[in-house]
């Protein structure tokens, strides 16, 4: 059973430009979410990927977009990065429909915006 | 939407020791309520949960309570160990079929544990 990669591990950007995060989910994994997590803070939900479709969204703005591809896995773009971008970001991914709601996470992709 | 709480924010015990971490969340619809422990530089590690139709669930050291009523839980770690150093974090969330399992989550308890 292989478990949930990210990638990249570290990224610095300029405000302004446009970034996007890959998420591959753990095997027999159908559903991924994306959560920001800022420094000594607990992980904030973004949204989350399921079926291709996004089912759920917090409350963070449309410049905060992503997809899930057949393969279960998922992108996050973030457009027009603003400094308060700069945090952890990490996926999950968990077994809808089956009862199971346990989120396994990523080791995540430190973002920081300059 | 919810709300979870999580006191305290950081807690020195001795080793050996036994450590509780306490939770409390707003809505009552919420049913499932994972614990989260993550290591300085990694990623968040489910430790343990619970679904809100069982009051109590243990796992070797630590055991997670859940009171319905006040809508609270918590976390105990007995005989602690300096492994056992970490950021904590408390979780909430309606799990149902399909549906979105948002989770929201506490701010976190750094343990420390000394030698």
């Known amino acids: 059973e292989t478990g949930v990669t990210q990638s990249p591990t570290h990224l610095i950007k300029t405000r302004g430009q446009q970034v996007t995060l890959r998420c591959s989910s753990q095997s027999g994994h159908n559903t991924v979410s994306w959560y920001q997590q800022a420094l000594g803070q607990g992980p904030q939900f973004i949204f989350q990927y399921y079926r291709e479709e996004e089912n759920g969204r917090g409350n963070f703005p449309p410049r905060f977009s992503g997809l899930q591809f057949p393969n279960y896995s998922s992108e996050l773009n973030v457009n027009a990065l603003e400094l308060d971008d700069s945090a952890l970001y990490l996926c999950?991914?968990?077994?809808?429909?089956?009862?199971?709601?346990?989120?396994?996470f990523g080791p995540g992709t430190r973002l920081t915006v300059t | 939407g919810e709300n979870v709480e999580q006191h305290p924010s950081t807690l020195s015990v001795q080793e050996g020791d036994s450590a509780v971490i306490k939770c409390t969340y707003s809505?009552?619809?919420?049913?499932?309520f994972p614990w989260y422990k993550q290591e300085l530089g990694k990623r968040p590690q489910l430790i343990i949960d619970i679904r809100s139709n069982v009051g109590e669930k243990k796992d070797q050291r630590i055991a997670v309570t859940l009171n319905k009523t006040a809508k609270h839980f918590s976390l105990h770690i007995t005989e602690t160990q300096p492994e056992d150093s970490a950021v904590y974090f408390c979780a909430a969330t309606l799990g149902h079929g399909a549906g979105s399992y948002q989770l929201t989550f506490g701010k976190g308890t750094k343990l420390s544990v000394i030698p």
């Open positions: 999950a991914s968990s077994s809808s429909g089956t009862g199971y709601y346990e989120q396994y």
């Open positions: 809505d009552s619809a919420s049913n499932y």
